[in-house]
């Protein structure tokens, strides 16, 4: 019997190496200071590459990460080294695509710490006890709440988040006339 793919872990690190938002699911790095100096070696060994319009792959203490550059963010997937990359990376882009979806387009440091809780909701989407469940971005994005957002539908229509994030849309574009 085959096991499904599993992932290790997903990181988002600022363009600093900072822990942005992180999900462990293996005891592969049981404290937090073994997970801060993992997230550490993972963004030294992968800041002077240029994955910023594919998706890239290295290895790592017998982990294969996937990994991709967006702005002042840098999005890893974590998988062991018997996983397939094909799989890792579909992950990581499927995850990148819906937090795109959510954050309209704007992926950056900022707006990703504003969104922060859609961000985790997208990683629990994705993963289950690191079990991958989904990596379609369009059912990521919709299963987290924001996807179907109508800016023009009456609040009382949409959920706190929707109607959190239409105001501050519409905030936005007021602040920018």
């Known amino acids: 019997m085959e096991l499904p793919p599993k992932v290790k872990n997903i990181l988002l690190l600022d363009s600093e190496g900072k822990r942005i938002a992180a999900k462990y699911y293996s005891g592969d790095w049981p404290t937090n200071t073994a997970k801060e100096a993992f997230e550490k070696a993972v963004f030294s060994k992968t800041q002077k590459t240029n994955a910023r319009t594919e998706v890239e792959v290295t290895a790592l203490e017998n982990n294969i990460i996937v ?39 704007n992926v950056d440091k900022r707006e990703a710490l504003d969104n922060l809780d859609l961000i985790f909701l997208c990683f629990d989407e994705i993963i289950d006890g690191g079990i991958v469940l989904e990596t379609d971005a369009n059912v990521i994005a919709e299963k987290a709440g924001i996807n179907s957002i109508d800016p023009n539908a009456p609040l009382s229509e949409q959920t706190i988040s929707q109607a959190l994030a239409t105001a501050r849309e519409h905030l936005t574009r007021s602040l920018m006339k």
């Open 67 to 105: 990994y991709k550059f967006v702005q002042d963010l840098h999005f890893f997937v974590t998988g062991g080294e018997e996983e397939n990359e094909l799989v890792l990376a579909s992950v990581l882009q499927g995850l990148f695509d819906a937090v795109n979806l959510l954050l309209r387009g």
